[in-house]
């Protein structure tokens, strides 16, 4: 139960993402790492990444689109976490340090969570909460 009801809230958490990015892709353009090339298209595809993660991850239908979307959707936290680097460098570079550590710490700190929760209510893995 806990499971599927993560699932879900993750599923919500990342088609909500998905929609701002593509709804208001200001923001996330602004803390876009200079190195990256066509920042527009890639803030574009990330939004869709995340709906169609979310749709994948949602869905009753089929496990192995299930896992495809969990892993999908872990593989792209692990993609953007340089852009969250970037954003934590900035905004702590900032007069007065932008939003603080108070976000920004706990938002390092959940990001390899992030990737395990997609992985473990994707049914990818249950590891470290399997029955022995």
């Not at 976490?81 to 700190?109: C, E």
């Amino acid at each position: 139960m806990i499971r599927h009801t993560l699932r879900w809230l993750l599923a919500a958490f990342y088609a909500f993402a998905g929609y701002v990015h593509l709804a208001n892709p200001a923001p996330f353009l602004s803390i876009m790492p200079t190195w990256v090339p066509a920042p527009e298209a890639v803030v574009l595809w990330t939004g869709i990444a995340e709906l169609l993660g979310a749709a994948a991850l949602a869905q009753w239908a089929s496990l192995p689109l299930r896992r495809a979307g969990a892993i999908g959707l872990a593989l792209y936290a692990v993609c953007v976490f340089p852009a969250n680097i970037h954003h934590f460098a900035l905004d702590l570079a900032r007069p007065g340090g932008g939003l603080g550590l108070g976000y920004h710490g706990p938002r390092m700190i959940a990001q390899p969570l992030v990737v395990w929760l997609a992985l473990w209510t994707g049914g990818v893995t249950d590891w470290p909460l399997r029955r022995r």
